[in-house]
């Protein structure tokens, strides 16, 4: 009888900035009262983080600055399991976000406090990719990355050619963010010279349009979603970059702030599909959930799930992130596949 060798898990880098975020206290209004809450968060990091969670190998790649912030922020990535043995520590500050949580038909706000942030300072050359991809099978990167800088854009490029060179399967979430794209090059310009090395392409139901310059009829702002819209611009998207093997866009009907509709559609070399729809009441905190959708995908295509149900599994991912405080999404794989197979009570278990 042969032995049970233990097969390690398939390993998942991702590359991006880790934040500083601070928040009020409830739904009050930023700075209300003299209180912010402090935790970590970047959407790179949150991908790692939620696929940790789900078992596997996952490896989160930065540049943070030396002393007690850097060291706060790295000792959050490992809490959640998370390899951050190649991050690099380099002159610059830590990155900070400030978010003022919207309520009702009040939205939700981001401040931006990121100039002379380590990561983007950081050159390709500071990055040992050999070190960075060794036993990788999968890439992830955002398009908030090259929105900070000239830098990180070529940092981004850089990683994108080195994993695609190494064999490494890669996916980019588009994550445009307007008030970001601040140092002279429209995202278009910069987004669509890194599709070439992208296999999977994730995106909300308006990045296609703002980070790649490809339109559709959408009215995200009245909180109605056309599902054909999205079936005839995945598919250009697909035509315009012959090298993407499949795109994946959350379509989010917005309500309200704390009131949405969330589903999402795919589309491949075998066609179009659209997957389950959640209505989510009384959320308690959206941002990252795009973040945990991206990490659902990734897990069903290195599980091999059907696509139908890596779709699912990617929606209420998402969907759960809605109901957690913070940027990670705190959930394992059980929970998310409760209610991808259509467990939707919240009863209490016992």
């Known amino acids: 009888m042969r032995p049970v060798q233990n097969v390690p898990e398939p390993l998942v880098v991702t590359l991006g900035e880790l934040m500083l975020r601070l928040r009020p206290p409830g739904f009050e209004r930023l700075l209300q009262s003299p209180v912010l809450e402090a935790t970590f968060g970047g959407g790179e990091a949150n991908v790692a983080a939620s ?14 600055p030396a002393g007690p912030l850097g060291d706060a922020a790295v000792a ?17 500050r830590l990155g900070i976000y400030f978010l003022e949580p919207g309520a009702a038909q009040r939205a939700s706000s981001v401040v931006y406090d990121r100039d002379g942030a380590a990561m983007a300072l950081a ?10 991809f060794d036993g990788a099978t999968w890439f992830h990167v955002s398009g908030i990355t090259p ?13 994108l050619a080195a994993a695609k060179a190494r064999g490494i399967t890669t996916s980019l979430d588009l994550n445009f963010r307007a008030k970001m794209w601040r140092y002279g090059k429209a995202a278009p310009e910069v987004m669509r010279a890194i599709m070439g090395d992208v296999d999977v392409a994730i995106a909300n139901e308006e990045d296609c349009q703002r980070s790649l310059g490809i339109e559709a009829a959408s009215n995200v702002a009245g909180g109605q979603i056309d599902v054909a819209v999205y079936a005839d611009l995945t598919e250009r998207v697909l035509d315009a970059f012959p090298r993407l093997s499949a795109i994946a866009v959350t379509l989010r009907q917005s309500r309200g702030a704390d009131i949405n509709g969330w589903s999402a559609c795919h589309r491949d070399g075998d066609g179009f599909r659209v997957g389950a729809q959640h209505e989510i009441l009384d959320i308690v905190d959206r941002v990252g959930s795009g973040d945990a959708f991206a990490a659902g995908l990734i897990y069903g295509r290195i599980r091999k799930m059907p696509v139908a149900k890596a779709l699912d599994f ?3 991912a998402g969907c759960l992130k809605h109901s957690i405080p913070g ?24």
């Open 51 to 64: 696929l940790a969670r789900f078992g596997l190998h996952a490896r989160f790649v930065t540049a943070l």
């Open 76 to 92: 959050e990535m490992r809490k959640h399991g998370v390899d951050v043995s190649r991050v690099i520590r380099r002159p610059g």
């Open 123 to 132: 050159t390709p050359d500071e990055f040992d990719w050999d070190r960075i």
């Open 147 to 159: 929105a900070l800088s000239s830098n990180a854009g070529e940092v981004t490029a850089a990683a």
């Open 314 to 316: 990617a929606i209420a």
């Open 327 to 350: 940027d990670v999404n705190l959930v394992g794989v059980a929970e998310v596949e409760r209610l991808a197979a259509g467990d939707t009570s919240g009863r209490v278990r016992r």
